[in-house]
């Protein structure tokens, strides 16, 4: 059961997200969120879903922070949470159908929950389908995520072949299927090559910029280029669900361990942390750094 509510977690990273109209109390949640503050996330929007119960972003967010929140919560707590992310999501759908983010959360929260919580991949396929009428792209990367749950990466592979052959000008479809070339497949050379496709379909596509980065801290090859993409990225301010500055610090660091600088490195851990106090991960990387 604990095992199932954390796996959520990864809902706070995978989504991709079409830009909402403005809200200062999201854009508060993001701030919260993005310094580990989960409890004040939680307790801001529960009460700002109060005040606006038909307004179905503020549902969506309030199921994220849920998701972020479950880590630091007890066995039991953690159970109510996993119940309340499922009905924020299932809220967030039946206000606005279309809101293909949202049925996204609730498709991901089925993967994950068990079903004495309401999850089960029947629902997950069903959510899918729904998604695929609305948006075909979305409705690739849906199908692709239930493939990736049954661990059948044939079936993954040829959901995000399908969406680049499908959309060959989008920079979201080279993205998503160059993630999942980097992440699953470890497959550099390829996915490399997809996320130049995604920037030749729009130079300022900045995730790729992001990701190649990334690749190059993971691979140990083309470091100058993923430097200077990460710097690039840097000088950017996410929007959504773009990769977190933090984790561009972090990568631009472990690049400079690649390239022997430990000074550099350090300073970007350290410019990490500041951004995301507490993070395992850069913990463990700035230990390493003199």
């Known amino acids: ?25 999201i854009d508060q949640v993001k ?4 310094s580990n503050q989960y409890e004040k996330a939680v307790d801001l929007l529960e009460k700002a879903v109060a005040a606006k119960p038909n307004d179905a972003t503020r549902h969506f967010w309030l199921a994220r922070a849920y998701v972020a929140a479950a880590p630091d919560a007890g066995m039991f707590s953690m159970m109510s949470l996993g119940r309340k992310v499922g009905n924020e999501f299932a809220t967030a759908v039946k206000l606005d159908p279309n809101y293909i983010e949202a ?3 609730l498709l991901d929260f089925d993967l994950m929950a068990p079903g004495l919580m309401g999850g089960g991949v ?59 070339l980097l992440l699953t497949e470890k497959n550099y050379k390829a996915s490399g090559e997809e996320f130049e496709a995604a920037l030749r379909v729009h130079v300022n596509y900045m995730p790729a910029y992001f990701q190649i980065g990334h690749l190059a801290a993971l691979s140990g090859a083309n470091l100058a280029q993923g430097e200077g993409a990460l710097q690039k990225y840097l000088a950017y301010k996410p929007v959504d669900d773009d990769p977190p500055l933090y984790r561009a610090h972090y990568w631009l660091g472990r690049i400079y361990e690649k390239q022997g600088k430990k000074a550099d490195s350090r300073a970007q851990f350290q410019a990490a942390l500041r951004l995301r106090p507490g993070d395992k991960e850069v913990n463990e990387a700035l230990k390493r750094a003199p």
């Not at 095992?3 to 991709?16: K, P, Q």
């Open 1 to 25: 059961m604990k095992i199932a509510v954390v796996a959520l977690l990864g809902l706070a990273t995978v989504l991709s997200l079409i830009a909402q109209p403005a809200d200062p109390v």
């Open 31 to 34: 701030t919260f969120m993005n």
């Open 103 to 105: 049925r996204l959360g």
């Open 122 to 180: 029947d629902k997950a396929r069903e959510q899918a389908g729904e998604i695929r009428k609305r948006d075909a792209l979305a409705g690739h990367r849906a199908f692709a995520k239930i493939a990736a749950k049954n661990k059948d990466i044939n079936a993954e592979r040829a959901e995000y072949v399908a969406a680049v052959r499908e959309n060959p000008n989008s920079p979201q479809a080279h993205y998503w299927y160059g993630t999942f």
